[in-house]
Nanobody, 124 residues
């Protein structure tokens, strides 16, 4: 009923950039509309817990970021395309992780749906 497809990961040298995309589809999004969902990006590094990276409200008017990525990462969305993006600049080796997008209904406090993840590897 709901599908989030993450893409855009890859191998990049430190200081480089990547742009992740997350495309949403499925009956739930078709019925209620992508704009009824706040969206987030999370990541899980090897041997570590999953952590919050960035989030954007349904309208795109408000964003929030993990402190260590502020000024380097930018989250955005295109509600007409049911897609959320994460532009990552000035990448560091410590940004290496599997990145996941997630969707949260605006009336909820929990992310209900998750993408499959896309690997980001930053070499030093």
């Amino acid at each position: 009923q709901v599908q989030l497809v993450d893409s855009g990961g890859g191998l990049v040298q430190a200081g480089g950039s990547l742009r992740l995309s997350c495309a949403a589809s499925g009956r739930t999004f078709s019925r209620y509309g992508f704009s009824h969902y706040d969206m987030g990006w999370f990541r899980r590094a090897p041997g570590k817990e999953r952590e919050f990276v960035a989030a954007i409200t349904w309208s795109g008017e408000s964003t929030s970021y993990k402190d260590s990525v502020k000024g380097r990462f930018t989250i955005s969305r295109d509600n007409a395309k049911n897609t959320v993006y994460l532009q990552m600049n000035s990448l560091k080796p410590e940004d290496t992780a599997v990145y996941f997008c997630a969707a949260r209904p605006v009336i909820s406090t929990a992310y209900d749906w998750w993408g499959q993840g896309t690997q980001v590897t930053v070499s030093s």
